[in-house]
Antibody
Framework: QLQLQESGPGLVKPSETLSLTCTVS??????????WGWIRQPPGKGLEWIGS???????YYNPSLKSRVTISVDTSKNQFSLKVSSVTAADTAVYYC?????????WGQGTLVTVSS | DIQMTQSPSSLSASVGDRVTITCRAS??????LNWYQQKPGKAPKLLIH???SLQSGVPSRFSGSGSGTDFTLTISSLQPEDFATYYC?????????FGQGTKVEVK
């Protein structure tokens, strides 16, 4: 059974870079020709798609975040990663990783990242 | 971006009730519409994809319908484990966008 797990710092200072990793277990990130994505949810609010990466490395970003976001994949570690630069309080959210392109399943449990000095 | 609008934002219902949630897209998205269920402190779970296809393992009391701009998620007989927030998501054109959510609460 495929499982995803986010990891990374829970607190980031304003103007710095948020970095998260998603580790995939129960299957190979490169064997299923899947897309892998990041979605975030500010506390008490709705869901926002951040971007996705194909196992080969092709990336697709939400234009609203594109200038600050980088998603990469490390097939040797069965992981993919998210970086968001120049963060502000508006980037405080639970960040989820998930498999899929048009629909997302399964999801990781999510990790709360707070932007604060 | 395609805007997704759900109604109502919240509703109160009892176990056994039939519940209907509506999602409207700002333009035609054909049948590229997904539904998710989210419980407090948990990740969303895919219930229905392409408007009406039930994801594997999801109970048959959940059903989806619609095409174009108007879509519906129906729970035929609400169960205690169904009290949650439901989100629609368009998968027609990136950036993928979600509705604001509908919270199903205990009456």
């Amino acid at each position: 059974q495929l499982q995803l797990q986010e990891s990374g710092p829970g607190l980031v200072k304003p103007s710095e870079t948020l970095s998260l990793t998603c580790t995939v277990s129960g299957g190979s990130i490169s064997s299923s020709s899947d897309y892998w994505g990041w979605i975030r949810q500010p506390p008490g609010k709705g869901l926002e798609w951040i971007g996705s990466i194909f196992y080969s490395g092709n990336t697709y970003y939400n234009p609203s975040l594109k200038s600050r976001v980088t998603i990469s994949v490390d097939t040797s570690k069965n992981q993919f990663s998210l970086k968001v630069s120049s963060v502000t309080a508006a980037d405080t959210a639970v960040y989820y990783c998930a498999r899929g392109w048009r629909s997302f399943d399964p999801w990781g449990q999510g990790t709360l990242v707070t932007v604060s000095s | 971006d395609i805007q997704m609008t759900q109604s109502p934002s919240s509703l109160s219902a009892s176990v056994g009730d039939r519940v209907t949630i509506t999602c409207r897209a700002s333009q035609s998205i054909r049948n590229y519409l997904n539904w998710y269920q989210q419980k407090p402190g948990k990740a969303p779970k895919l219930l229905i994809h392409t408007a009406s296809s039930l994801q594997s393992g999801v109970p048959s009391r959940f059903s989806g319908s619609g095409s174009g701009t108007d879509f519906t998620l129906t729970i035929s007989s609400l169960q205690p484990e169904d009290f949650a927030t439901y989100y629609c998501q368009q998968s027609y054109s990136p950036p993928w966008t979600f509705g604001q959510g509908t919270k199903v609460e205990v009456k």
